[in-house]
């Protein structure tokens, strides 16, 4: 399994207690999940994401501490690696960028071939690497195609969390696909899903954090399986339950 972390933020803020230095950290955790790691950051201007990945072990990786470190981001996805589908390397490093839109995944697809299926040969023709992730994104990227929303702005921000929030419920309709907990943003809102992982909610002063699991001593909320989030500017979190 991996481990993921979002926040999104009023402001650039830091969040290197939960990346390096709180006890459940994504460093910490790193030692069990030795396969890569990834950290996207958007600070809400013109100059977008920046976006760092290695294949090394988080805990040892002296690029991971720097980004740990960094000045502050508003918005952040953050992965690190326990590989189950596809081997070690920077192409099936999470997360993935494309346009506007990143994209973390933790848990499994057992069935390539429904996601395959479902995704546009355009955006399967993007997919650089082997694993699972990266192909449920295609299928989430082809959904917004089809809408006509995956360049997202100010104007179409509730209508594509609409539509990705269908996307995951066609995803639901499907018998025994897997897990598929994940974070997607396009620098604007974050959106969360929990289906067959664990997940948690953190309501700070100025900020909103989603993880895997409860990262700092602070007090998380456990999200309810088969919850959709959406977290915007505003920062109150959004849930909804999808019915399969």
Same mark, same amino acid.
């Given at each position: 399994?991996?481990?993921?972390?979002?926040?999104?933020?009023?402001?650039?803020?830091?969040?290197?207690?939960?990346?390096? %230095?709180?006890?459940?950290?994504?460093?910490?955790?790193?030692?069990?999940?030795?396969?890569?790691?990834?950290?996207? *950051?958007?600070?809400?201007?013109?100059?977008?994401?920046?976006?760092?990945?290695?294949?090394?072990?988080?805990?040892?990786?002296? #690029?991971?501490?720097?980004?740990?470190?960094?000045?502050?981001?508003?918005?952040?996805?953050?992965?690190?690696?326990?590989?189950?589908?596809?081997?070690?390397?920077?192409?099936? %490093?999470?997360?993935?960028?494309?346009?506007?839109?990143?994209?973390?995944?933790?848990?499994?697809?057992? !069935?390539?071939?429904?996601?395959?299926?479902?995704?546009?040969?355009?955006?399967?023709?993007?997919?650089?690497?082997? %694993?699972?992730?990266?192909?449920?994104?295609?299928?989430?990227?082809?959904?917004?195609?089809?809408?006509?929303?995956?360049?997202? !702005?100010?104007?179409?921000?509730?209508?594509?969390?609409?539509?990705?929030?269908?996307?995951?419920?066609?995803?639901?309709?499907?018998?025994?696909?897997?897990?598929?907990?994940?974070?997607?943003?396009?620098?604007?809102?974050?959106?969360?899903?929990?289906?067959?992982?664990? *997940?948690?909610? *953190?309501?700070?002063?100025?900020?909103?954090?989603?993880?895997?699991?409860?990262?700092?001593?602070?007090?998380? #909320?456990?999200?309810? #399986?088969?919850?959709?989030?959406?977290?915007?500017?505003? *920062?109150?979190?959004? %849930?909804?339950?999808?019915?399969?």
């Amino acid at each position: 399994m991996c481990r993921l972390l979002g926040m999104i933020a009023r402001r650039a803020v830091s969040i290197v207690d939960c990346l390096a %230095t709180a006890p459940r950290s994504l460093s910490t955790l790193s030692h069990a999940h030795p396969d890569g790691w990834g950290v996207a *950051l958007h600070s809400g201007d013109a100059q977008g994401w920046r976006v760092y990945r290695s294949t090394e072990r988080a805990h040892a990786c002296a #690029e991971f501490g720097k980004v740990a470190r960094d000045d502050g981001a508003r918005i952040v996805i953050a992965h690190v690696r326990q590989k189950t589908v596809g081997h070690t390397s920077i192409e099936n %490093t999470h997360p993935f960028v494309r346009g506007p839109w990143v994209f973390a995944h933790n848990g499994t697809i057992r !069935d390539l071939g429904q996601l395959e299926r479902r995704a546009s040969a355009a955006r399967l023709a993007e997919v650089r690497g082997d %694993t699972d992730s990266e192909r449920l994104f295609a299928f989430f990227l082809t959904r917004l195609d089809e809408a006509g929303l995956s360049v997202s !702005d100010a104007s179409n921000r509730d209508e594509a969390g609409d539509v990705i929030a269908e996307s995951t419920k066609e995803l639901r309709s499907i018998a025994d696909l897997g897990a598929y907990n994940y974070l997607m943003s396009d620098g604007n809102v974050l959106f969360a899903h929990r289906f067959g992982r664990t *997940l948690h909610l *953190l309501n700070r002063d100025c900020a909103t954090l989603v993880a895997s699991e409860a990262l700092t001593d602070e007090p998380w #909320e456990v999200v309810e #399986e088969g919850t959709f989030v959406r977290i915007g500017g505003g *920062l109150a979190p959004t %849930t909804s339950i999808l019915a399969a």
